[in-house]
Nanobody, 118 residues
Framework: VQLQASGGGLAQPGGSLTLSCVAS????????LNWYRQVAGGQREMIAR???????DYADSVKGRFTISRDNAKNTLYLQMNSLRPEDTAVYYC?????????????WGRGTLVTVSS
């Protein structure tokens, strides 16, 4: 499985960006689709996830500002990021999780850099 993330770049504080992640296989095969981010020198953290059924959850740091969505027909995951803050600067990764029997199998895309700065 390949996950191709795109959409990162430079945004001003208060601005918006939309990240996309295209999967090489049917995203309905995955239990959850997730966005993570990693700041320089920090650990990778999950910031948003969406289940097979479409239920979304968010980290407190992005709740109310970011929206995760999916287009099953396009095998694409999105992250709409509004009201961006300098502390949102990070490399953003998409992730897909499925289970093989009871064993979790996780797939990662290459990160896309988001920089929020004036």
């Amino acid at each position: 499985v390949q996950l191709q993330a795109s959409g990162g770049g430079l945004a001003q504080p208060g601005g918006s960006l939309t990240l996309s992640c295209v999967a090489s296989r049917n995203i309905l095969d995955f239990v959850t689709l997730n966005w993570y981010r990693q700041v320089a020198g920090g650990q990778r953290e999950m910031i948003a996830r969406i289940t097979h059924g479409g239920k979304a959850d968010y980290a407190d740091s992005v709740k109310g500002r970011f929206t995760i969505s999916r287009d099953n027909a396009k095998n694409t995951l999105y992250l709409q990021m509004n009201s961006l803050r300098p502390e949102d600067t990070a490399v953003y990764y998409c992730n897909a999780l499925r289970f093989d029997d009871l064993d979790p199998i996780s797939f990662w895309g290459r990160g896309t850099l988001v920089t929020v700065s004036s």
